[in-house]
């Protein structure tokens, strides 16, 4: 479970998808981000547009300042781990970022027994993310309904708060006429 918690850490929301970077899953699988790199080259038909792209510059720089502020304000495991593997790294070069589906493709060009067994497990980290999210939008849909059963809730306090004020009126309108001095006749 450890390592699922891991794995999410590496996941990343970029261009509407859920993707993880190069140098994370090189990590994960102990290859050099290098050698993974030219292992995805030699395969390039397998890696459409919509299984890998390379992060534009203004990505990349936004995702490393989340990685500073995140070491600076909560000391995690995870920006340890990007301090580490980026010092190596060419910072003029963005990395690539894979889909889910372009994780899964990397299972059929690294046959390691680590890589298979690490693919395995950032399948169930994306399981993982989905129902999460899939929990979140559901919430959101319940408070939906909430706010809106509040607002009938509303209109209808609003009704019975006039109804309850004519009443007052009607009162006060009846007790004035009863305390009224009367004209004329008295016994």
């Not at 559901?138 to 009938?152: S, T």
Request: net charge positive; aromatic share 8%; charged share 30%.
């Amino acid at each position: 479970m450890q390592i699922i918690k891991s794995i999410q850490n590496r996941i990343y929301e970029i261009r509407g998808e859920r993707v993880m970077l190069d140098f994370d899953l090189a990590q994960l699988y102990e290859v050099e981000t290098k050698a993974l790199n030219q292992a995805v080259k030699r395969n390039i038909k397998r890696f459409p547009e919509d299984f890998m792209f390379r992060l534009t510059l203004a990505e990349w720089q936004a995702i490393r300042s989340q990685t500073v502020t995140a070491s600076k304000s909560a000391n995690s495991m995870r920006s340890q781990i990007v301090t580490a593997s980026q010092s190596k790294r060419n910072t003029n070069v963005t990395p690539y970022a894979f889909t889910e589906q372009g994780v899964a493709m990397l299972s059929g060009i690294l046959n390691s027994d680590k890589a298979i067994s690490m693919n395995i497990a950032i399948m169930r980290a994306f399981v993982e993310v989905r129902k999460v999210l899939l929990q979140q939008n559901d919430l959101k849909e319940q408070f939906k309904n909430i706010i809106e059963r509040l607002g009938e809730h509303d209109v209808q306090l609003n009704q019975i708060y006039d109804a309850m004020e004519n009443l007052l009126d009607e009162k006060a309108a009846q007790r004035k006429w009863d305390e009224r001095d009367r004209i004329g006749f008295r016994k």
